[in-house]
């Protein structure tokens, strides 16, 4: 109670800081809008259905994008990590595209692809992939041997193997790997957005786009707000549970 | 319940299975190593009665756990054979379960969760099946009141004891250990030895108890096989005739002790003189 009271109090204080700056006319208010318009911009899009239905259409870009990356990221990782020849090829592949910033595949999708909602499934699958086969393949590197033994005797094979023992003992190396999937995935994806226009729909990148040419920087403020908050909203959803049941599970401190 | 035949088979579960006998016929082992090629066994034959419980000591190094390994099907032997009841052993199984020195256990199930793991792997068992035998065993190790705790949350001889409870659950006729208490303080060691002794009567397995401790040795084996280092051999047996439940501080087990441990040592000088 006391840390939301806290939490609460210090944003309170940040948007009091706003106003103040705002009032002060330290910078004209084409450049720093009043806390009120942003919000006003806010209510209105929500009201009139824009600002929900780009977030829709954004997370659906992000969703489909960052299970596919998933799908295709954690057998790949597996292979890499079973066998030699796979990790000599494949895996020093991933390791180099992971390097490369996510926003570099930009323009290789839109050449490729187009303006379509190909060129922005691309770029967000490329941002999610290698994080997951490295972190897939490194988490089952560390795996102590001892477990596949201990199973072995216990009368597990193969298969049962891989899926009961190795796959959950390498789970926390492979659950930071899906987190930092999804950091890129989701930069890469606002990076796309704000390049291309696709007319199969506007995601928040676009609005985001779109706010910088009219120059409207509550609509600016606005959407990078809720950028924040969904990014914030997946923490706190899709990986803290996950993560403090890891925590708890094997006694590592969160 | 629809499945009526399978009403008493928690019963027929947890009923005694007979213990194995082993027979290890000239079983040799090597390495290859960057200083070349070392012989962990050389022609290495024992036997091992049916519910016997027999010790194996010597120095590190000197082959003891990768003899164990291979009676556990973990690794094959370069010639030479196991037998379990008169068949060979080829690969791991459930027969014959091992506990190693590390407890093993899996950090991502808790306490029941990794007694119920080698029940899983078992067939015609309900779910209920499966937990009433897991906790049976958990009582039996005295661990009832854990089997909702987190791996990371128990001590290291609670850790061992639900390695005990899980080697011992899928009813194997062979229990293999690898120096299972080398890492516990003398203590908990010492209440360790109460309970293994107390399980093994009640239970009834083969069991073969791998340590460099020779103390442990003699509180625990009906038999002590003393192995010689480079290359791995039996170098002397001694039968233990001790009444039971042995007490780890009694002076005839000392004297039968310090017995083994002097061989043990002339056996070491032996190695020594032959090096130089």
Request: net charge positive; glycine share 8%; hydrophobic share 50%.
């Amino acid at each position: 109670m006391k840390r939301l009271f806290l939490a609460v109090l210090f944003f309170a204080v940040l948007i009091a800081l706003w106003e103040w700056a705002f009032r002060a006319k330290i910078w004209s208010p084409v450049l720093l809008p009043a806390p009120q318009q942003v919000a006003e911009y806010l209510k209105t899009t929500v009201t009139d259905g824009t600002l929900v239905q780009a977030t829709v259409i954004t997370m659906r870009r992000l969703l489909i994008g960052y299970v596919i990356g998933l799908i295709g990221g954690l057998p790949l990782g597996l292979l890499t990590a079973r066998w030699k020849v796979f990790h000599d090829t494949v895996g020093t592949l991933a390791l180099g595209l992971q390097t490369l910033p996510s926003v570099c595949w930009v323009p290789l999708a839109l050449l490729w692809f187009g303006q379509t909602e190909a060129a922005m499934l691309f770029v967000v699958v490329m941002g999610t992939l290698w994080s997951v086969v490295i972190a897939t393949d490194t988490g089952v590197r560390h795996v102590p041997p001892i477990y596949k033994r201990a199973a072995l005797t216990m009368g597990s094979k193969r298969l049962h193997i891989w899926l009961k023992v190795i796959l959950p003992a390498a789970l926390p190396f492979i659950v930071s790997g899906m987190k930092q999937g999804w950091a890129f995935a989701w930069r890469s994806l606002m990076a796309a957005e704000i390049f291309v226009t696709i007319l199969t729909g506007f995601g928040l990148g676009q609005l985001l786009h779109y706010g910088r040419e009219l120059s409207a920087m509550d609509q600016v403020i606005g959407i990078m707000l809720v950028i924040v908050v969904i990014g914030l909203l997946a923490d706190k959803i899709l990986f803290s549970p996950v993560e403090r049941f890891l925590h708890r599970r094997w006694g590592t401190n969160p | 319940m629809r499945f009526g035949h399978k009403t008493g088979s928690v019963t027929e579960e947890l009923a005694l299975v007979s213990p194995s006998k082993l027979a290890i016929d000239k079983v040799s082992k090597s390495f290859r190593s960057r200083a070349g090629t070392v012989l962990a066994l050389d022609r290495v034959s024992l036997n091992v009665a049916e519910a016997e419980f027999l010790c194996i000591v010597g120095a590190s190094g000197c082959g003891k756990s990768t003899l164990l390994n291979i009676i556990a099907g973990l690794e094959k032997p370069d010639s030479g054979t196991v037998l379990a009841d008169g068949k060979p052993v080829t690969a791991p199984g459930r027969e014959r379960l091992v506990m190693f020195q590390e407890p093993a256990l899996f950090p991502w199930l808790d306490v029941l969760g990794n007694v119920l793991f080698p029940l899983k792997l078992k067939p015609n068992l309900t779910k209920k099946d499966r937990r009433d035998v897991a906790k049976y065993y958990l009582e039996l190790v005295e661990l009832t009141r854990f089997e909702r705790a987190n791996i990371h949350e128990l001590s290291g001889g609670m850790k061992q004891r639900v390695a005990l409870a899980r080697a011992l659950a899928p009813n194997p006729r062979v229990l293999l250990m690898d120096e299972p208490f080398a890492a516990l303080d003398a203590l908990t060691r010492e209440q360790l030895y109460g309970d293994l002794q107390r399980i093994w009567k009640s239970r009834r397995k083969t069991i073969v108890f791998v340590t460099h401790n020779v103390r442990e040795a003699v509180c625990l084996g009906d038999r002590v096989l003393l192995f010689s280092p480079h290359p791995g051999r039996v170098q002397e047996e001694f039968v233990i005739e001790l009444p039971r439940p042995r007490d780890l501080n009694s002076v005839e087990l000392a004297t039968y002790a310090s017995r083994i441990t002097h061989a043990l040592k002339s056996g070491a000088q032996f190695e020594a003189a032959t090096a130089t």
